[in-house]
């Protein structure tokens, strides 16, 4: 019984093992950096924060065992391995083991030797143990990965436990990951057994399988697994315009443009042909902050740079400009320049010595908010406008800046024309457009917008003004309470959100280039949404064409017998049909063209409109009005048709000159003026006037009488056909002698029987059409004779 006692207490100690620890430092909260600071952020943190927390230093009763907390917060983080254990298990402490169990689960004390399980695919072999450092999970992934590819590329590889080819591209794998790492690439490895999950959302459904993420975009890696490949491939992930290529004669436009772009400029200078894949990197880190350039010194092209900054041949050499173009503000050299070094090197260059403040990014790293005492940050602001006359003022607070850099304050200036909402409250007055240069101090107190500021001095460049300035600052580093004035500061426009376009374009660009490249590849399982909503589109399209001729026709066909036979009814004439559209009125809108009208009706009508005008006098209107309504009320349905009537009486001048331009309609009435010794009888002509291309249809009313299926001239002009008694008797006005006035009422009233037939060969587009130079003005009113 003892012994069966013994053998519980042994495996309930084996199973339950150690009691968890409290929880566990957080280093990243100790240093107050985060998760994605580099190397050189976090050395530079550390430095500050272990001479404030020197227990010779401060006196604190805590001092000791913060300090200690520092500094092993700085060895994690300072190791690349410790760092990256902690990132993915949370452990800080070297005595446990790292992600014993698979893919970050850990047994806690409960351990298999899996030598025992030696399986040659379901066991921790050593390719699985390298990879187990760089795997990801979907929440890892999209919060940390993505944010980070847009300041480095990701090389991912997908892997299984059942797949021979992952082991074949293992060694290449490992070669290319620990360069790649070096050079600052980030590495992951998804599972697809256990994240398949992220695996979908990646969009790889095939092992092995090989992608980058930059800018929160992936793309698959499509050639053989060779070193090379993936170099290249890691180097085709980044923005092609990263590095300008500089020679003696695009230097000076080069550095120049740091006022322009608001960065300070980086030159590298090397013997290779091919931009350093490292600097494209860099380049890529911190393309927010700094404009690159690299010089190929095997050029003759740059011996005049080389010389003159005296450059080293035999080692890289890397100078970083500012607002001094001919001479660098730093410079490192050395023959292998590693990647700590380097951005080290660009952290301590990221701002100009005095920046323009262009967005509220800037202006919350150049103007942090107070955190604690120790920390305060007061920048030194100039208010001031972007003009010659303000030019000796802005170059006197550079120079000044350049002469007093501290470490607590930042020097910075601002265009009142581009930033006028914080310009009016830094100011205190409503007017701050009309001021000269003011020069501000001011604390950022929280990131709501409150801010602790003083107004120091009237900004002219001079002697006096520099001086006023540097006692204030003696006086705010002795007493910050001399900043007085406290206000809610507005955000900052972004001056280069006119860029947008731009940046629009190139990501098109990078689109297009992607769905080519994957066609190209034939893959075809990735294309497949893109190209069923491709389909699709077309496919409605196609049907809505088809639907819609379909639909026209059918139409046609049942509106014309129809029209056709209620105007037999009604006229009592065969042949007088509708247009395709019924009426969607109960009545014809008939306007008057008059000089108020001309312009809108006729000289800007609407391409592909048309106005049918009735020529009539002041004793026919009424008849002619009433029957031209009949004839024309089965085509009002068309909705590029409208309806008008010209007085003759007023306008019959206007009316000459237009038919002057038709001169083969009137060539029959000139023959049979025989002389030209009376006036033209215009009453019961339409006209069809095409406002936007200059064009007129003709109408010549024809009078029937009883005789209904007699031909008569419904040519306008172009046929000469059975014109004789169209002529005759609408040219010469009826005889009242032989006439009572109901005849001459209906023989007006049948002036426009064949109105209908014309109406129809309008809209047919078989009418003779006369094209005129430009339409003849309509502001004078003939007079009374």
Same mark, same amino acid.
């Given at each position: 019984? *003892?012994?069966?006692?013994?053998?519980?207490?042994?495996?309930?100690?084996?199973?339950?093992?150690?009691?968890?620890?409290?929880?566990e430092?957080?280093?990243?909260?100790?240093?107050?950096?985060?998760?994605?600071?580099?190397?050189?952020?976090?050395?530079?943190? @550390?430095?500050?924060?272990?001479?404030?927390?020197?227990?010779?230093?401060?006196?604190?009763?805590?001092?000791?065992?913060?300090?200690?907390k520092?500094?092993?917060?700085?060895?994690i983080?300072?190791?690349?391995?410790?760092?990256?254990?902690?990132?993915?298990?949370?452990?800080t402490?070297?005595?446990?083991?790292?992600?014993?169990?698979? @893919?970050?689960?850990?047994?806690?004390?409960?351990?298999?030797?899996?030598?025992f399980?030696?399986?040659?695919?379901?066991?921790?072999?050593?390719?699985?143990f390298?990879?187990?450092?760089?795997?990801?999970?979907?929440?890892?992934?999209?919060?940390?990965v993505?944010?980070?590819?847009?300041?480095?590329?990701?090389?991912?590889?997908?892997?299984?436990?059942?797949?021979?080819?992952?082991?074949?591209?293992?060694?290449?794998?490992?070669?290319?990951?620990?360069?790649?790492?070096?050079?600052?690439?980030?590495?992951?490895?998804?599972?697809?057994?256990?994240?398949?999950?992220?695996?979908?959302?990646?969009?790889?459904?095939?092992?092995?399988?090989?992608?980058?993420?930059?800018?929160?975009k992936? =793309?698959?890696?499509?050639?053989?697994?060779?070193?090379?490949?993936?170099? $290249?491939?890691?180097?085709?992930?980044?923005?092609?315009?990263?590095?300008?290529?500089?020679?003696?004669?695009?230097?000076?436009?080069?550095?120049?443009?740091?006022?322009?772009?608001?960065?300070?400029?980086?030159?590298?200078?090397d013997?290779?042909?091919?931009?350093?894949?490292?600097?494209?990197?860099?380049?890529?880190?911190?393309?927010?902050?700094?404009?690159?350039?690299?010089?190929?010194?095997?050029? *003759?092209?740059?011996?005049?740079?080389?010389?003159q900054?005296?450059? &080293?041949?035999?080692?890289?050499? #890397?100078?970083?400009?500012?607002e001094?173009?001919?001479?660098?503000?730093?410079?490192?050299?050395?023959?292998?320049?590693?990647?700590?070094?380097?951005?080290?090197?660009?952290? &301590?260059?990221?701002?100009?010595?005095?920046?323009r403040?262009?967005?509220?990014?800037?202006?919350?790293?150049?103007?942090?908010?107070?955190?604690?005492?120790?920390?305060?940050?007061?920048?030194?602001?100039l208010?001031?406008?972007?003009?010659?006359?303000?030019?000796?003022?802005?170059?006197?607070f550079? *120079?000044?800046a350049?002469?007093?850099?501290?470490?607590v304050v930042?020097?910075?200036?601002?265009?009142?024309?581009?930033?006028?909402?914080?310009?009016?409250?830094?100011? $205190?007055?409503?007017?701050s457009?009309?001021?000269?240069?003011?020069?501000?101090?001011?604390e950022?107190?929280?990131?709501?917008?409150?801010?602790l500021f003083?107004?120091?001095?009237?900004?002219?460049?001079?002697?006096?003004?520099?001086?006023?300035?540097?006692?204030?600052?003696?006086?705010?580093?002795?007493?910050?309470?001399?900043?007085?004035?406290?206000?809610?500061?507005?955000?900052?426009?972004?001056?280069?959100?006119?860029?947008?376009?731009?940046?629009?374009?190139?990501?098109?660009?990078?689109y297009?280039?992607?769905?080519?490249?994957d066609?190209?590849?034939?893959?075809?399982?990735?294309?497949?949404?893109?190209?069923?909503?491709?389909?699709?589109a077309?496919?409605?399209?196609?049907?809505?064409?088809?639907i819609?001729?379909?639909?026209?026709?059918?139409?046609?066909?049942?509106?014309?017998?129809?029209?056709?036979?209620?105007?037999?009814?009604?006229?009592?004439?065969?042949?007088?049909?509708?247009?395709?559209?019924?009426?969607?009125?109960?009545?014809?809108?008939?306007?008057?063209?008059?000089?108020?009208?001309?312009?809108?009706?006729?000289?800007?009508?609407?391409?592909?409109?048309?106005?049918?005008v009735?020529?009539?006098?002041?004793?026919?209107?009424?008849?002619?009005?009433?029957?031209?309504?009949k004839?024309?009320?089965?085509?009002?349905?068309?909705?590029?048709?409208?309806?008008?009537?010209?007085?003759?009486?007023?306008?019959?001048?206007?009316m &000459?000159?237009?038919?002057?331009?038709a001169?083969?309609?009137?060539?029959?009435?000139?023959?049979?003026?025989?002389?030209?010794?009376?006036?033209?009888?215009? =009453?019961?002509?339409?006209?069809?006037?095409?406002?936007?291309?200059?064009?007129?249809?003709?109408?010549?009313?024809?009078y029937?009488?009883?005789?209904?299926?007699?031909?008569?001239?419904?040519?306008?002009?172009g046929?000469?056909?059975?014109?004789?008694? *169209?002529?005759?008797?609408?040219?010469?006005?009826?005889r009242?002698?032989?006439?009572?006035r109901?005849?001459?009422?209906l023989?007006i009233?049948?002036?426009?029987?064949?109105?209908?037939?014309? #109406?129809?060969?309008?809209?047919?587009?078989?009418?003779?059409?006369?094209?005129?130079?430009?339409?003849?003005?309509?502001?004078?009113?003939?007079?009374c004779?």
């Amino acid at each position: 019984m *003892s012994v069966l006692l013994a053998v519980v207490w042994v495996l309930s100690v084996v199973l339950t093992g150690p009691t968890q620890a409290g929880p566990e430092m957080d280093p990243y909260k100790i240093l107050g950096v985060t998760r994605t600071a580099s190397q050189a952020e976090i050395k530079k943190v @550390y430095k500050r924060l272990a001479k404030e927390w020197h227990p010779d230093k401060n006196k604190n009763p805590g001092a000791e065992d913060m300090f200690i907390k520092i500094t092993k917060s700085y060895e994690i983080l300072s190791n690349e391995d410790k760092r990256a254990n902690y990132d993915r298990y949370g452990q800080t402490d070297d005595t446990q083991p790292y992600g014993s169990g698979r @893919y970050g689960h850990r047994h806690d004390s409960f351990y298999f030797d899996e030598s025992f399980f030696n399986f040659p695919f379901n066991s921790k072999n050593h390719r699985d143990f390298a990879d187990s450092k760089y795997t990801l999970h979907f929440n890892q992934y999209v919060n940390e990965v993505v944010p980070d590819s847009y300041k480095r590329p990701y090389l991912i590889k997908i892997t299984s436990d059942w797949c021979f080819s992952c082991i074949h591209i293992e060694p290449v794998w490992k070669e290319v990951v620990q360069e790649m790492e070096n050079l600052g690439v980030g590495i992951g490895v998804v599972d697809v057994g256990y994240e398949r999950r992220l695996a979908n959302h990646l969009g790889a459904h095939r092992t092995p399988s090989i992608l980058g993420v930059i800018n929160g975009k992936v =793309t698959f890696f499509h050639y053989a697994v060779a070193k090379e490949h993936l170099r $290249q491939f890691v180097e085709d992930l980044l923005p092609q315009r990263l590095v300008e290529r500089v020679t003696d004669k695009n230097d000076v436009q080069f550095l120049n443009s740091w006022h322009e772009l608001n960065k300070p400029h980086v030159l590298l200078f090397d013997q290779v042909p091919v931009v350093p894949l490292l600097y494209k990197l860099t380049a890529f880190a911190y393309k927010d902050y700094l404009q690159f350039g690299y010089v190929d010194q095997g050029l *003759s092209e740059t011996a005049n740079l080389q010389k003159q900054f005296n450059i &080293n041949t035999y080692a890289p050499t #890397m100078l970083v400009f500012k607002e001094n173009i001919d001479k660098p503000a730093d410079i490192i050299q050395a023959k292998g320049m590693k990647k700590q070094i380097i951005d080290e090197f660009m952290s &301590n260059n990221k701002f100009l010595l005095a920046p323009r403040l262009v967005n509220q990014k800037l202006f919350d790293e150049l103007c942090p908010v107070k955190q604690f005492h120790r920390r305060r940050k007061y920048c030194v602001l100039l208010i001031t406008r972007d003009e010659e006359t303000f030019s000796f003022g802005n170059q006197a607070f550079l *120079s000044f800046a350049s002469t007093n850099t501290k470490e607590v304050v930042r020097f910075a200036y601002v265009y009142q024309q581009l930033q006028q909402p914080l310009c009016d409250i830094l100011m $205190q007055n409503k007017d701050s457009a009309q001021s000269p240069p003011q020069v501000v101090i001011l604390e950022r107190r929280n990131a709501a917008g409150k801010a602790l500021f003083k107004p120091v001095t009237v900004w002219n460049g001079s002697e006096e003004d520099k001086q006023r300035l540097v006692e204030e600052l003696e006086r705010l580093q002795k007493d910050p309470s001399i900043l007085t004035h406290d206000a809610m500061l507005p955000e900052l426009n972004n001056e280069f959100a006119s860029m947008f376009v731009i940046r629009w374009i190139y990501a098109s660009y990078d689109y297009l280039s992607e769905v080519i490249d994957d066609i190209l590849h034939n893959n075809w399982r990735e294309m497949m949404p893109l190209l069923s909503l491709i389909f699709s589109a077309l496919f409605i399209l196609f049907g809505t064409v088809v639907i819609q001729a379909f639909s026209d026709s059918s139409e046609d066909k049942q509106t014309k017998p129809k029209a056709k036979d209620g105007t037999k009814a009604e006229n009592g004439s065969p042949g007088t049909s509708t247009s395709s559209r019924p009426p969607k009125k109960n009545f014809v809108e008939v306007t008057e063209l008059t000089d108020i009208t001309y312009m809108s009706n006729l000289v800007k009508l609407r391409p592909g409109h048309m106005n049918i005008v009735l020529v009539l006098t002041d004793a026919s209107k009424n008849i002619l009005l009433s029957k031209f309504a009949k004839e024309v009320y089965s085509f009002t349905g068309s909705l590029t048709l409208h309806f008008s009537f010209l007085n003759i009486d007023k306008h019959s001048e206007w009316m &000459n000159t237009l038919l002057e331009y038709a001169q083969d309609a009137m060539q029959i009435d000139a023959d049979e003026d025989d002389g030209g010794n009376h006036k033209i009888d215009y =009453t019961g002509y339409v006209l069809a006037l095409n406002g936007h291309k200059k064009y007129l249809c003709l109408f010549k009313p024809v009078y029937t009488g009883e005789d209904l299926d007699s031909k008569s001239s419904e040519d306008e002009g172009g046929t000469s056909g059975g014109r004789s008694r *169209s002529s005759s008797r609408d040219d010469h006005p009826p005889r009242k002698s032989n006439r009572s006035r109901s005849i001459s009422t209906l023989q007006i009233h049948h002036k426009l029987d064949r109105l209908g037939l014309w #109406m129809e060969r309008l809209m047919e587009g078989t009418l003779p059409r006369y094209y005129i130079p430009a339409w003849p003005g309509l502001d004078k009113i003939t007079p009374c004779k």
